[in-house]
């Protein structure tokens, strides 16, 4: 099991106010599976992900991820997991703007402490994976929104992450570009990649072999009410 989530909970505090926003959330993910979190807006989907990207803790409830609790880890051993086990891609891609798309994939591994040599040349290699191998050296502003969230993706990879997660990864781009990520979402599963993505576009959900719901902060999966 990749994701094992049992009765999370996720409060706000609003002044004197408690605002649960995610509300006794069972959720789980085999290895190598494909699945989408559909859900209106504000009903809990990046709360959500943001606890299981280990970005955030849970008020209450359990979760493991690849087997390891992650309730009980502090900041840094929680930035271990990030680096090591997950790979990120975000609507707005979120590239460093100044640094070339060679450099903003290699990023991750010098986190990692990979030797210099090595980084660059996984870097090349996770962006000719995702069809960029002639545009290492342009800068973001130089791709088109498509091709930037591929080097989004290739930074998300690189690092060989047991699961990525993904939210909204299609939401900025045209119909088109959208089509190129799932295909690419689509062989990197092949290969063994998890998938985890939010999404609120129903043909963009149907690319993954599974989908579940959220509303209100309460998540349906499998028919069964979690
Ligand atoms: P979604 O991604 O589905 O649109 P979010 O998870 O971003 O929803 O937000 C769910 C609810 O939690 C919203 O009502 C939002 O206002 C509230 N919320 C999100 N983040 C915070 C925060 N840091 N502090 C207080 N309320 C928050
Ligand atoms: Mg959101």
Redesign the pocket.
């Known amino acids: 099991m990749i994701l094992e989530l049992r009765d999370i909970c996720k409060d706000?505090i609003?002044g004197k106010m408690t605002?649960p926003?995610l509300k006794n959330v069972c959720f789980e993910m085999e290895e190598g599976e494909y699945v989408a979190i559909m859900?209106?807006?504000?009903?809990?989907?990046?709360?959500?992900m943001n606890i299981i990207g280990c970005l955030d803790q849970a008020t209450s409830g359990s979760f493991l991820l690849d087997g390891e609790d992650i309730g009980s880890m502090n900041d840094n051993q929680m930035s271990e997991i990030r680096l090591h086990k997950i790979g990120f891609v975000f609507q707005s891609f979120q590239l460093l703007p100044r640094q070339s798309a060679l450099e903003n994939v290699m990023l991750p591994l010098s986190y990692a402490k990979v030797p210099k040599k090595e980084r660059r040349e996984r870097a090349v290699e996770a962006l000719e994976r995702v069809g960029l191998g002639e545009r290492i050296d342009f800068k973001p502003t130089q791709l088109s929104g498509g091709q930037k969230q591929r080097v989004a993706i290739a930074r998300a990879i690189v690092n060989r992450p047991k699961i990525l997660l993904a939210?909204e990864p299609t939401g900025a781009l045209d119909s088109r570009s959208g089509e190129q990520v799932m295909e690419l979402f689509h062989s990197l599963n092949e290969e063994g990649v998890s998938i985890l993505m939010?999404t609120h576009d129903a043909d963009i959900a149907s690319c993954a072999q599974r989908q579940v719901i959220?509303r209100d902060?309460i998540l349906r999966q499998g028919g069964k009410e979690g």
């Open positions: 706000y609003q605002v926003v859900g209106p807006s504000g009903s809990g989907k990046t709360t959500l939210d939010i959220i902060g």
